[in-house]
């Protein structure tokens, strides 16, 4: 018996520096540490783009209520005032501006017959393309000949809410863009 105690003894010590080298205590902090920067950019960019698409989503609400606001026979120059009013909440005086435009169909093409727009905006219509022709997208809608369409152009300069909010530039533009024809 005292031989097979001596065994136990000698197998303790050896026995408790293998637990010290196989133990697991610190096996979830380490799992834990390298999956919280995973979590973290997932997490963060969620809310990037949610922030994003909530700012898209009003957008298009201004420039909709814009467009039919125009197409009732409210001077341009009060759609205007009325837009950036409403996107106050988007602070659309500060970060952004709006275009407001009266087009009338001529020979199968829209043709700008007048405009109004925010300081530093006044240039940077979509609806007519660069070289004076109309933009693709409303020459294919089929607007009947002689027929007015009064367009509202809204743009925003988007600010991260995130500290990864630069990194997702790639993916969010700049410059927010919503339009509306009526």
Avoid at 44 to 51: A, R
Avoid at 91 to 120: F, W, Y
Avoid at 140 to 148: K, Q, Y
Wanted: aromatic share 8%; glycine share 10%.
């Amino acid at each position: 018996m005292i031989s097979e105690r001596n065994k136990a003894d000698d197998r303790r010590p050896m026995r408790g520096l293998k637990c010290l080298f196989r133990s697991d205590s610190g096996q979830g902090l380490v799992e834990f540490s390298l999956a919280l920067p995973i979590i973290l950019i997932v997490l963060l960019g969620m809310v990037e783009f949610s922030n994003a698409y909530d700012r898209v989503h009003g957008l298009a609400g201004l420039s909709r209520e814009g467009a039919n606001i125009a197409a009732r026979g409210t001077a341009l120059s009060e759609v205007l005032t009325t837009v950036v009013a409403d996107g106050e909440t988007l602070k659309m005086s500060a970060n952004g501006g709006a275009i407001v435009s009266r087009l009338v169909v001529q020979g199968g093409e829209p043709v700008v017959m007048a405009q109004v727009s925010t300081d530093g905006y006044d240039k940077k219509t979509r609806i007519i393309g660069a070289d004076s022709t109309a933009a693709m997208w409303i020459a294919t809608a089929g607007f009947a000949e002689g027929s007015t369409h009064y367009a509202v152009e809204v743009f925003l300069v988007y600010d991260p809410v995130t500290p990864l909010g630069n990194l997702f530039q790639a993916v969010t533009p700049p410059v927010l863009y919503e339009r509306a024809v009526f």
